[in-house]
């Protein structure tokens, strides 16, 4: 069964402090594809990244960055020197590659507080 | 930038009483999903359309929901007789054909039953 596992449900940091959002997830597929969105207070999802199971490059996009470890089933983000108005709630998911469907299979998200 | 757009933004309404949630997808957007997220929650599938049918649904998404394409741009969600436990935020996503697999949100509805 598909299944994504954020165990953190909170974090706080202090500003310019380093978090990683830690991601763990369960799939049969070989084919599958893994996203961060984040929910700032405001309640939209903004999507972050996408990436496909034969695609383990890290990431890097400014202050963010991914680690995509197919040996650990693991997605994590993290967020160098981190801002106040990266508070959010960050969720992983997950969508399997057969089919018409690929409904998103999501982390019960990890809840960033980034304090001044 | 294209993006999809939802209407209402927040919709109070009495338990028993039906609504309907809009969606304006992504205009060359192909595949469809509503979800929900009660408040404070993970977000939930709750159903996905593509080709003008239903393509999969949730254990939510039972004979209270439905969802049509009424022409071509609009997605509409039903909910026939609310109940106070929908009450959540709904959302609608696009995605545009199957190589490229990023879905898309809309803003959300939040939906007050009372």
């Known amino acids: 069964a598909q299944k994504v596992t954020q165990a953190q449900t909170e974090i706080s940091v202090v500003e310019k402090e380093d978090v990683t959002l830690d991601c763990v997830y369960e799939?049969?597929?070989?084919?599958?594809?893994l996203f961060w969105y984040k929910q700032p207070p405001s309640g939209e999802l903004v999507f972050l990244i996408r990436?496909?199971?034969?695609d383990e490059q890290n990431e890097i996009s400014g202050r963010y960055s991914w680690n995509f470890q197919k040996s650990t089933s693991s997605f994590n983000f993290t967020i160098t020197a981190s801002q106040v108005v990266d508070s959010a709630v960050y969720f992983c998911a997950l969508s399997e590659g057969a089919g018409n469907n690929r409904k998103l299979i999501w982390g019960l998200g990890t809840s960033l507080a980034v304090n001044p | 930038e294209p993006e999809v757009t939802q209407t209402p933004s927040h919709q109070v309404t009495q338990m028993g009483q039906e609504v309907i949630l809009r969606c304006v997808p992504i205009?060359?957007?192909?595949?469809f999903y509503w979800y929900r997220q009660i408040l404070g929650q993970k977000v939930e599938f709750l159903v996905s359309?593509?080709?003008?049918?239903?393509?999969?649904k949730s254990e939510i998404f039972d004979d209270q929901f439905s969802v049509e394409r009424p022409d071509g741009s609009n997605f509409t969600l039903k909910i026939r007789s609310t109940k106070l436990e929908d009450s959540a935020m709904y959302f609608c996503?696009?995605?545009?054909?199957?190589?490229?697999?990023?879905?898309?949100f809309g803003p959300g509805t939040r939906l007050t039953v009372l």
């Open positions: 996503a696009s995605r545009g054909t199957s190589g490229v697999d990023t879905q898309y």
């Open positions: 799939t049969r597929d070989t084919t599958y594809y």
């Open positions: 205009s060359n957007h192909l595949y």
């Open positions: 990436r496909n199971s034969f």
């Open positions: 359309f593509y080709n003008n049918e239903i393509s999969e």
